[in-house]
């Protein structure tokens, strides 16, 4: 298993070598997980040797534009690469969003680029986001848990904003999403983690160490993203807090970046 790193930086401006956020995990037999669909990932991705038609699921944890604008260069990926290597098995990708009406917009880049053809088009499936597994495929489960960084939609009462938990026997992977507290996520992290993959565009990353400290959550190792602007400007400064805090070194992520999880 591997956990690729597409783009490490938060909604906030751009910044010089960060993408917006989106990661990949790579499973034993090469499938692959995508979460959050922030900027170029699709690019970068591809740049890494990751072919888009090894992703067996998309994972949207809201629907805010740093985890999502780069839906259509993940479907155009898709579908040059199905030309490219003569591909004709490759015809659903199932999308896990709170919004389907996001998936839809892409969709419609999609079908506007009739130079393609549609021979090699595929169909992006929409799974709407609920609390609880959403998918299941040998060794990996990915679960979701409503939070509190969105409010819910004002017309259905449903959640926006979701975290995401990955079980492959006996590791837990968590990942944020955006949050308002990790307290939202208490009900997971009561549990033994292995990973925990916390956002910083809205938290600090040392005071995510001291609360996690503080309330005696099994979390064995911490990989920050999502850098919000203190991180992006002093990226030393803010680890070295953050692994004081701690009490070990802890992970930030970079773009490019490769976690082996064992
Ligand atoms: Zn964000």
Request: glycine content about 10%; charged content about 25%.
């Amino acid at each position: 298993m591997l956990l690729h790193i597409l783009g490490s930086c938060s909604g906030t401006e751009p910044m010089p070598g960060r993408d917006y956020t989106s990661w990949i995990l790579e499973e034993n037999d090469g499938g692959l997980l995508w979460f959050d669909a922030g900027g170029g990932c699709a690019s970068h991705a591809y740049a890494k040797g990751l072919s888009p038609l090894k992703v067996k699921a998309l994972f949207l944890s809201h629907p805010h534009l740093d985890h999502t604008a780069g839906l259509p260069g993940i479907f155009q990926a898709i579908r040059k690469e199905k030309w490219l290597r003569g591909d004709r098995e490759f015809r659903e990708l199932p999308c896990h969003t709170s919004a389907p009406e996001v998936i839809a917009a892409a969709d419609v880049f999609l079908k506007a680029d009739a130079a393609a053809g549609d021979e090699w088009d595929f169909t992006p499936v929409v799974r709407e986001l609920r609390p609880g597994e959403l998918h299941r495929d040998g060794e990996t489960a990915v679960e979701a848990l409503p939070n509190r960084h969105m409010p819910p939609d004002p017309r259905s009462g449903k959640p926006r904003s979701y975290s995401f938990r990955l079980r492959f026997s006996p590791k837990h992977i968590v990942y944020t999403g955006d949050v308002g507290s990790l307290d939202e996520l208490a009900a997971w992290l009561e549990q033994p983690t292995e990973l925990l993959m916390a956002e910083t565009g809205h938290h600090r990353a040392a005071e995510l160490c001291a609360l996690v400290r503080a309330r005696h959550w099994p979390v064995r190792r911490l990989l920050f993203l999502h850098h919000g602007l203190e991180i992006l400007r002093d990226p030393a400064g803010e680890k070295a807090k953050a692994d004081a805090a701690w009490g070990a070194g802890v992970l930030f992520a970079s773009d490019g970046m490769t976690v082996p999880l064992g």
